[in-house]
């Protein structure tokens, strides 16, 4: 075997290679199945066991001078082709241009929202969108016959009428004093479903935050401090609050809350004339409502209502992004328009 010769054909071979395919084609006939060092190796059988020894010695070492040139030449055509592909390349073609994310319009305004009342010493609990009939309604103090447990009102759930997606978030309120002993300050940023026909302003599918307190001794007055701190650092400090009296069945005494009209500033209501589109000439915008946390209420949840009173609201979040860009559509936040989207 004339290794030295060998060594030199090959290496002769590998240099006249010019693409992967040659490249390939040389491995197959050296160090393929069949091939020149496949041959050789099953010659040393063949042989007096006294050459094999020295024979099998000089087939290893050009196996491994044959790899060593393989793997070179793979490099120098990866370097090669990689050449090509620079050569190709056109610096003067406008890039890929890489947008970072961002937070959508809705989850900004949860975000202000929770940041407000986090720093008011308000915990941040999230709940299912699968409710119980249970902490969806009867626990809430909402009677059998109330309308919102119409069908055509909430979404329930395999017909069972016993699971539903939840039409707000008041329920977490059940869910945490059932857990937990007070005192407790508690903010429920979540998604609700109603089946309402989607419009301008409907939407089966929106957010709502509700917030609740309670403790020994909480009264009206904490209510409308906290919801105007919340409202002067959302709407700004000009911002005028109003309570009018109103009824749910989770609160007694109920209200809504509205704010001085954050377009004309409350003004187009002295004026018959021109009537601001957003609060239609009446110069307030109704944002939420709230109100001192029902004592069947309590009793559901096993707290005393003699030792502990509390307040609750909630608002629609959609309504307050609305209110606070300036947006007339609530269709725009979930049609996914990038052209949209990239406003905020
Ligand atoms: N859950 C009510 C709704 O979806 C909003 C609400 C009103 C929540 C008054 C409250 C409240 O906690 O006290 O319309």
């Not at 975000?111 to 009342?117: G, K, M, R, T």
Request: glycine fraction near 8%; hydrophobic fraction near 35%; aromatic fraction near 12%.
């Amino acid at each position: 075997m004339d290794i030295q010769g060998l060594k030199k054909t090959l290496e002769e071979e590998f240099a006249k290679v010019n693409s992967s395919q040659e490249l390939e084609a040389l491995r197959i006939k050296y160090l393929g199945r069949k091939g020149v060092l496949a041959q050789y190796t099953a010659y040393i059988p063949t042989l007096q066991p006294s050459e094999r020894a020295e024979f099998g010695k000089k087939v290893n070492e050009f196996k491994i001078f044959c790899c060593e040139i393989l793997k070179e030449q793979v490099e120098n055509k990866v370097s090669l082709e990689k050449s090509v592909v620079e050569q190709d390349l056109d610096p003067g073609l406008p890039s890929f241009t890489f947008e970072p994310g961002r937070l959508h319009p809705i989850t900004q305004v949860i975000d202000e929202i929770c940041s407000v009342f986090k720093r008011m010493g308000f915990w941040i609990v999230e709940g299912p969108e699968v409710e119980t009939e249970y902490n969806n309604f009867t626990g809430l103090n909402i009677s059998l016959d109330h309308p919102s447990r119409d069908a055509f009102d909430t979404f329930y759930l395999k017909s069972t009428r016993k699971l539903l997606l939840r039409s707000h978030t008041s329920p977490v309120q059940i869910r945490v004093m059932k857990e937990q002993k007070p005192p407790l300050a508690v903010i429920v940023p979540g998604r609700v479903y109603r089946p309402d026909a989607v419009d301008a302003s409907h939407s089966f599918m929106f957010h709502q935050i509700e917030g609740f307190m309670v403790q020994e001794g909480v009264n009206f007055s904490q209510l409308k401090g906290v919801l105007e701190v919340f409202a002067k650092e959302v709407f700004g400090k000009e911002i005028k609050m109003r309570f009018r009296p109103h009824y749910f069945p989770f609160t007694e005494p109920s209200a809504e809350v509205d704010i001085s009209c954050i377009i004309c500033g409350g003004k187009s209501g002295d004026s018959e004339k021109k009537k601001c589109s957003v609060c239609h000439g009446k110069g307030w915008l109704e944002i939420l409502g709230c109100g001192m946390i029902h004592p069947n209420v309590f009793k559901n949840v096993g707290y005393d209502s003699n030792k502990y009173s509390g307040f609750a609201f909630g608002m629609g979040v959609e309504r307050i992004a609305m209110l606070k860009f300036g947006i007339d559509d609530i269709r725009l936040f979930f049609s996914n328009d990038l052209r949209f989207l990239r406003q905020f």
